[in-house]
């Protein structure tokens, strides 16, 4: 175990038991893996697409918050992560999130992402006004 270490933690740790280098560590580094989680959370939580952008992005930007907590330990259910980007879509997509609801679909995030893509070529874009003097 201690080959794997920094030089500086074999240091310190070269005259404990394997149990207590685990629960050193262990104290060291959960107050780091917490404070990531809140932030990924918080993100997770606070994304929201701006009107007119793609979908693909944004959905691709969701998927890795809910992949990152699934590898820290704190999987999320796959109807929660679709709720939330759902959710974090603009007005524009209201018509759709409907649809998605009312038809009870359970989808992979995946799947949904290609919905989305499909919906976005039959959204229309917010045009500009072009002043013709």
Do not use: W
Not at 38 to 63: Q, R
């Amino acid at each position: 175990m201690l080959a794997t270490m920094v030089l500086e933690l074999q240091k310190d740790m070269e005259l404990m038991k394997a149990y207590d280098m685990v629960i050193t560590l262990k104290e060291m580094f959960q107050q780091q893996a917490r404070q990531e989680r809140f932030e990924i959370v918080k993100n997770l939580h606070s994304c929201k697409m701006t009107e007119g952008a793609l979908v693909s992005p944004h959905v691709l930007k969701m998927k890795g918050y809910v992949d990152q907590l699934d590898r820290l330990g704190f999987p999320i259910s796959q109807e929660l992560a679709m709720n939330l980007i759902l959710n974090s879509l603009p007005e524009s997509y209201s018509q759709f999130v409907m649809n998605y609801n009312m038809n009870n679909m359970e989808k992979s995030i995946s799947e949904l992402h290609l919905m989305l893509k499909t919906a976005e070529q039959n959204i229309k874009k917010p045009s500009s006004n072009v002043l013709m003097v």
